[in-house]
């Protein structure tokens, strides 16, 4: 990992742990050994959003979480640093579009943007692992629902098998997936295209993290689609780029990148897959989508993926 996404990462996990302290530009500073001028810029290349920002946002969306879970709002402001409702309100209407007090009401169901009533559960019957299943088939329609694998799932994590209605219908999900049985799990995620802005999103992200925490985990990684890395990049998730190709040899790939001479990316290792996919690794700025392009555009005959991850 490069001494810039070395630096990015070790801030992200700072200002997790201490998402409830006083974090200064100073004490940042100082972990990380660099300027506040040289942070600002590692967070340009890394992030979406200025660095002070962004830990404004996570606060937020932590606050979020424990308005979910139950606690009166004005404990959870001066928990989150705001010496008065009124500033909390304020702020948290800014990300989420909504006040606090209308973000949850009874049953824990979220009144959202546009006036969205919902609620996030985790799957307790078969019947409703039947109809997450026909929610996934409508978002990726190639993909093949193997219900023996579900089963599985639900067995044993179905706290971690998130979903939220609205008007009776799912909109949205977050599950666990593949796991190593100790530490790290994939998460397989879906949202409709109209509750996009929503907040809902980000909602069933801080439950499935919070969950998973509790459970011991301590890394999640997910395989992002083109168009979601502002939003994961926000949520403090860092990325690798794989790159394949049937074509290309490793070297051929190794040297396009070099040529290259791209500052948010550098290689991570490499591999052939299935005796025939030659793969490279590459660590990245998740917000730097010119780089996919390079590689499917100009050099061609090869595909890409993001995945991201965090620890938790």
Known sequence: MGVNA???????????????????????????????????KIFRIYSPVPLMEYIRNKR??????????????????????????AGFYKAFQGVFGC???????????????RNIFMNIEHV??????????????????????????????WSKTSELLLYARDNGKICAATLAGTSDGVSHFSIDEGILEEY?????????????EKRAKKLGYTYISVAIADGQEEFYAKLGYTGRM?????????????NFL????????????????????????????IVDKALKKQ????????WTQIIVGKNI
Do not use: M
């Open 6 to 40: 070395a630096v990015y990462e070790k801030i992200i996990k700072y200002v997790d742990e201490h998402i409830k302290d006083k974090i200064t530009l100073y004490d940042l500073s100082r972990l990380s050994g660099y300027s506040v001028r040289h942070l600002y």
């Open 60 to 85: 937020l969306y932590a606050a979020a979480s424990e308005i979910y879970s139950g606690r009166r709002l004005y404990d959870v402001a001066l928990d989150y640093g705001y010496e008065t409702p």
């Open 99 to 113: 006040a606090p007090s209308e973000y949850k009401s009874n049953n824990q169901n979220y009144k959202i943007r």
């Open 124 to 153: 307790k019957s078969t019947a409703e692992l039947d109809e997450l299943a026909e929610f996934f088939a409508t978002i990726y329609p190639k993909s093949t629902f193997n219900k023996k694998e579900w089963l599985e799932r």
């Open 196 to 208: 996009w802005g929503t907040g809902i999103f980000e909602a069933l992200f801080i439950e499935i």
């Open 242 to 254: 794989l790159i394949q190709s049937e074509k290309h040899s490793i070297d051929d790939l190794k």
């Open 258 to 285: 070099a040529n290259l001479k791209s500052k948010n990316a550098e290689l991570s290792h490499d591999r052939v897959h299935d005796g025939h996919i030659n793969q490279i690794w590459l660590n990245v700025s």
């Open 295 to 302: 590689f499917e555009e100009v050099l061609g005959n090869c």
